[in-house]
């Protein structure tokens, strides 16, 4: 068994001490995001907050869920869409309930 020197422990523990430090840091970092990202106690998407979604629009996202689900659903990622399917569906519904002359 190899033998340790005084200086080699007191080495090992500042590197161990800053290591702790680091994480530390990271840790406190990291739960400051997480206590941002709710809101009302409903977890908020950091997404929601740069794709401009207001806190109104996430609550009535997370009611719908919730009320369609039956159950207190986690939004975990909110994605706007810019494509024209739902005002193209809309346009097909309507045409599909008028009775064609013909």
Not at 18 to 38: C, P, S, V, Y
Not at 77 to 87: D, E
């Amino acid at each position: 068994m190899a033998r340790v020197t005084v200086a080699e422990l007191s080495k090992t523990l500042r590197e161990l001490q800053a290591q702790m430090a680091e994480i530390a840091e990271r840790l406190e970092d990291l739960e400051g995001r997480r206590e941002k990202a709710h809101v009302n106690g409903v977890a908020a998407p950091a997404v929601a907050a740069e794709a401009g979604i207001t806190e109104e629009e996430l609550l009535a996202i997370s009611a719908a869920i919730g009320a369609y689900l039956g159950v207190q659903a986690h939004i975990r990622h909110i994605r706007l869409v810019s494509t024209g399917a739902w005002s193209q569906q809309g346009r097909l519904s309507i045409q599909a309930s008028h009775r064609l002359q013909g």
